[in-house]
């Protein structure tokens, strides 16, 4: 009999844009066996609550990739690195933890973290937790999983999407923060899973104006995943 192989199931911990209140900024993690794989981390230490929420222990989290520097995507990774620092500092965090980005957003991880945070916590840096520079193609082996890197082609700052084979035999693939542009094509076509943006609905698109922001509606991403 043929074994199946496990399922990769997968968490929203956030949807909502830069401004949001009343819910978290966009962000999401996929599970591979009994580790878990990041993307984006919110606007703040929010993404603390919304792991505890989604019952999803640090220890497990060993990857994370960073789609671009907008303070809604970047700003709660200084909070996954003090949390994960904390807990080697501890003993309660096994083996090293990585994060994935261009080499911009690096930089931008880089001295956020070497502002804000003190040596004890500093000396994990580029030791046991590493900022890993990807570039467009890029293929990585995470967690049981490849993945490949594109640049998105985004006008407004560099930004990177990736495609994921899931341990299940699926493809995962995220657009990253800004509407399906056709030369990810290739990456996108025929998946099973398309993680994209929308701003708003389409009825609402005289009040949030999301094409003005790069963005697009609900109906729009419908439409391109179709």
Not at 22 to 32: L, Q
Not at 50 to 67: N, S, Y
Not at 119 to 138: A, C, P, Q, S, T
Not at 185 to 200: I, K, T, V
Request: net charge neutral; charged share 25%; with cysteine.
């Amino acid at each position: 009999m043929k074994k199946e192989r496990s399922a990769s199931r997968r968490f929203i911990l956030g949807t909502g844009n830069a401004m949001v209140t009343h819910c978290y900024n966009t962000c999401f993690a996929i599970e591979s066996g009994k580790e878990y794989f990041l993307t984006d981390a919110g606007g703040g230490n929010g993404i603390l609550v919304q792991l505890e929420k989604a019952a999803i222990p640090f220890p497990a989290i060993r990857h994370m990739f960073v789609t671009h520097g907008h303070t809604d995507h970047v700003m709660g990774v200084v909070w996954i690195y003090r949390k994960i620092a904390s807990m080697m500092n501890s003993g309660k965090y096994p083996g090293d933890f990585t994060i994935y980005c261009h080499q911009e957003v690096k930089q931008i991880i880089t001295t956020m973290c070497e502002m804000m945070l003190g040596r004890k916590l500093l000396k994990f840096l580029d030791n046991r937790i590493r900022i890993g520079i990807v570039k467009d193609g890029d293929k990585l082996q995470l967690s049981g999983m490849e993945v490949t890197v594109f640049d998105i082609h985004s006008t407004k700052m560099k930004q990177f999407g990736y495609q994921a084979l899931l341990t299940n035999g699926q493809k995962l693939v995220c657009l990253g923060d800004e509407p399906y542009h056709e030369s990810t094509r290739q990456y996108a076509e025929g998946c099973d899973w398309l993680l994209s943006e929308a701003f708003c609905l389409y009825s609402e698109r005289e009040k949030f104006k999301p094409y003005e922001k790069h963005h697009s509606t609900a109906l729009d991403a419908g439409r391109d995943a179709e």
